[in-house]
């Protein structure tokens, strides 16, 4: 059985529920939840740390029901946006705090191991009050890994950092919990988040778990359409009319779509795209079949700092692409041109063979 | 155009600032002048002599015990009171909240009728009687009805305090292997620090100036049950404005003192 596994979760706190929720995870994962505000994020970690007793379902960790278990004897780590340091507290009693109660051996070298992996050594004897942002963080992370929880938990650890200690802090943390081999869920509204950090994500909608999976099966192969949007995919649907060459050929809507991925003809698919995987052009690629060639209205561009985001449209389906400033610029584009987007057939991806 | 009606417009906000700032100042010299009336009428002689009374020092002495007794029972049952309206959830919550809420609306002397009622010769009173507990015009009588008066101040400052400590901290402390106990007495109460000294001068300060309850509960005897404000009424009876006052001044220094660090601990009531 798996390290982590929650099966058919239930609980309504009233604002915030959760609905059926199951999921397995292995030793050593790290898990990205996402999903919009509201969605029910915060209350699956609590739920799992043990602060709200589930209306139905179970918990199981390391093959133990720990449904019924009080916090306390779960060994399972917290860390929170506003890191909940206790005020009263040097950041050495802070770090100190779970260790006096879980394994007071050797706790001076353990915390000094770990503020030096997190470099807070030169911040042990101050109140939380006075470091920032970013160093309280490192305070909260060493809290609760100094006692080598069973798995940590981490409710949008770093909203409330400025992009670049953001960066630092990323980096450290992956550091810290692959060296412990740490399980860890974290809930963030960064998908960056989940690009370096996670090797899982899920994806939570209204008490509803939509989709668990790996990266490359939730960011490129998004089962509904609100999962793609909410992971920045395309999603295109339409059906499988031949066979060629290894490639299957799909219409969509009026335009020819061919995949790597196996299909059968006749079936209706639906097909995923990235927006950094097109690439965009005036002239059709004279290049092999592997490539698609799509013709296409750019109907919108939307400028995000350094790349843009471009809307095409090509029939009914629309769909965006990534491009940087400086290609846009060299291309000369304006909206109301058209263009070709360019797409190897190994990124167009069937999500779901399926569709009803 | 435009820019004359702005002015216009600035004018009329200008106006009703300054009548709502002019209408604060109006009250507050009111109770200045009243409450500097209480020191400049007597001259200190007098006060000094009265000071010196065996009265007045019975009645000093008295009300030091009985409030610094019944504002330590009021702390012991307000703590656990504060944290459990401001933390859980349970059946008939409204209901306890707004029974001990209750004294706050209360007129004093309505509490020590059903005090005196409860206490006199019922079984509830039978019962406090076997157990060495006899309330009815005692001094025990004086920090029982103490301690009813103080307790929804002392509960109220409790709960604002506990609502205001982030769950979180709690939570955290748990998933650090703590119990719930535990947690309560190593965070909970240490970052309820500031609150717990509010809400201790208030109850004070409550206890100390009782009077209405007192006096139908314990009585209102001379050199018995006699407090600061049963001095004062006593001897504003007999016409004997020197105890008055000074009875009146030891209780306004009181009230300036709790005042004064319940601001300084920027709890909210």
Known sequence: ?356 | MQSLKDKHRAGKTNAFKVSLIFVSFIITAVLVLAIGALFMVPDIKDVWESLKSEEMIFSLKLSMWTGLLSTALVMVFALPIGYTLSRFQFIGKGFVKTIIDLPVAFPELVLGLCLLLLFGNTFVGNIFKSLGFQFVFTTQGIVAAQFFTALPYACRIMKSTFDYIDPRMEFVSRSLGYSMFETFMNVSLPLARNGILASTVIAFARCIGTFGTVLILAGGTYMKTEVLPITLYLNISYGNMGMALTSGIVLMVVSFAAIYIFERTEVSL
């Not at chain 1, 939840?33 to 589930?54: D, H, Q, V, Y």
């Not at chain 1, 795209?273 to 097109?278: A, C, L, S």
């Not at chain 1, 965006?320 to 291309?331: G, M, P």
């Open chain 1, 1 to 356: 059985m798996s390290f982590l596994s929650v099966s058919d979760l239930h609980i309504d706190l009233g604002e915030f529920y959760l609905n059926g929720v199951s999921f397995n995870l292995d030793k050593g994962d790290y898990l990205t939840i996402i999903g919009p505000t509201g969605a029910g994020k915060t209350i699956l970690l609590e739920s799992l740390i043990g602060f709200w007793t589930p209306d139905q379902g179970n918990i199981y960790l390391e093959n133990r029901d720990i449904t019924m278990e009080l916090p306390e004897k779960r060994n399972i780590g917290i860390v929170y946006q506003d890191y909940a340091l206790l005020s009263h507290f040097t950041v050495y009693k802070n770090i100190e705090y779970g260790l006096k109660k879980k394994n007071p051996k050797g706790m001076k070298e353990k915390i000094h191991d770990i503020a030096s992996a997190l470099y807070i050594e030169h911040l042990l004897h101050r109140k939380p009050a006075t470091l920032s942002g970013g160093e309280q963080q490192r305070v909260a992370l060493a809290r609760a890994l100094v006692v080598e929880p069973k798995m940590l938990l981490m409710d949008e650890p770093f909203s409330a950092l400025d992009p670049q200690t953001r960066r630092d802090t990323r980096a450290l943390l992956k550091k810290a919990v692959a060296q412990r081999n740490t399980t860890v869920m974290h809930v963030t509204h960064d998908l960056c988040d989940a690009w370096t950090l996670a090797n899982k994500v899920a994806v939570i909608r209204d008490g509803h778990l939509m989709q668990i999976g790996s990266i490359e099966e939730v960011f490129k192969r998004p089962q509904t359409p609100f999962v793609a949007g909410f992971v920045g995919a395309t999603l295109m649907e339409g059906t499988v009319i031949d066979r060629d060459k290894g490639l299957s050929v799909i219409n969509v809507n009026g335009f020819i779509v061919k995949t790597l991925d196996p299909a059968d003809i006749g079936t209706k698919v639906k097909l995923a795209v990235r927006p950094e995987d097109i690439i965009v052009g005036t002239q059709p690629s004279p290049n092999t079949s592997a490539q698609n060639n799509i013709e296409a209205i750019l109907a919108h561009i939307m400028y995000e700092g350094k790349t843009s985001l471009l809307s095409l449209s090509a029939g009914k389906t629309s769909f965006d692409v990534l491009v940087t400033n400086h290609s846009l610029e060299r291309l000369g584009l304006a909206t109301g041109d058209t263009v070709y987007a360019m797409i190897k057939s190994s990124n167009v991806r069937i999500v779901n063979s399926r569709v009803n």
